[in-house]
């Protein structure tokens, strides 16, 4: 099976830009979904299929994709932003296709 | 507004069963997956599977397939995960997500969890 490998924490302070990255093999072939998860809540997308804002997502969130990695990206990082933010794709190389889940970031407002 | 709402917590002794449910309203609830993710405390999160709430088809990731069982009741636009043989790597909290009309895809909408600890 697939991994994806994400940073286990990056740390920015308020105003600054966050960049999370999240990388594996499938990732050149399937798209990426973004969640942002607060504690004690649920996952929340925030981006879909590596660069789309569902709506209601402000524009200084926004995603792209290179090869096996995709970058989930906050400009002008607010203390909401604090929260453990987790990227999913597609394994269909399986019998069947099957999500994968990054290990997620913590990200830090300093 | 669509909306993913989830039984209550519960706490199963080793070896027993649970089942978890999923009520879905404010879409079509045959149109969408509902895929089925736990998070076990402090850690991240990890797909279960799938279910395709029209036919009633499954898929389950190589982890569970033996314990695992999804269902779904139409008229009460309703899904139901259940797992067997219980231990306690089991207790997480256990999350139900609408997907795509596709099997690939992202989910959109998440239940608020259901807490399941197994201790005897």
């Known amino acids: 099976s697939y991994e994806l490998t994400q940073p286990p924490s990056v740390s920015v302070s308020p105003g600054q830009t966050a960049r999370i990255t999240c990388s594996g093999q499938?990732?050149?072939?399937?798209?990426t979904y973004w969640y942002q998860q607060k504690p004690g809540r649920a996952p929340f997308l925030v981006m879909k299929?590596?660069?789309e804002r569902p709506s209601g997502i402000p524009e200084r969130i926004s995603g792209s994709s290179s090869g096996t990695t995709v970058t989930l990206t906050i400009s002008g990082v607010q203390a909401e932003d604090e929260a453990d933010y987790y990227c999913?794709?597609?394994?269909?190389?399986?019998?069947?296709?099957?999500?994968?889940f990054g290990g997620g970031t913590k990200l830090t407002v300093l | 507004q669509v909306q993913l709402v989830q039984s209550g917590a519960g706490v199963k002794k080793p070896g027993a069963s649970m089942k978890v449910s999923c009520t879905a309203s404010?879409?079509?609830?045959?149109?969408?997956?509902v895929h089925w993710v736990r998070q076990a405390p402090g850690q991240g999160l990890e797909w279960m599977g799938r279910?395709?709430?029209?036919?009633?088809?499954?898929n389950f990731a190589q982890k569970f397939h033996r314990r695992v069982t999804m269902t779904r009741d139409t008229s009460m636009s309703t899904v139901y995960l259940a797992l067997s043989r219980l231990t306690s790597d089991d207790t997480a909290v256990y999350y139900c997500?609408?997907?795509?009309?596709?099997?690939?895809?992202?989910?959109?909408?998440w239940g608020q969890g259901t807490l399941v600890t197994v201790s005897s």
């Open positions: 404010g879409y079509t609830f045959t149109a969408y997956y």
């Open positions: 997500a609408r997907g795509s009309p596709q099997a690939v895809g992202g989910a959109d909408f």
């Open positions: 279910i395709n709430p029209n036919t009633g088809g499954t």
């Open positions: 999913q794709s597609t394994d269909n190389n399986a019998t069947h296709p099957e999500w994968v």
């Open positions: 499938i990732l050149a072939k399937q798209f």
């Open positions: 299929k590596d660069l």
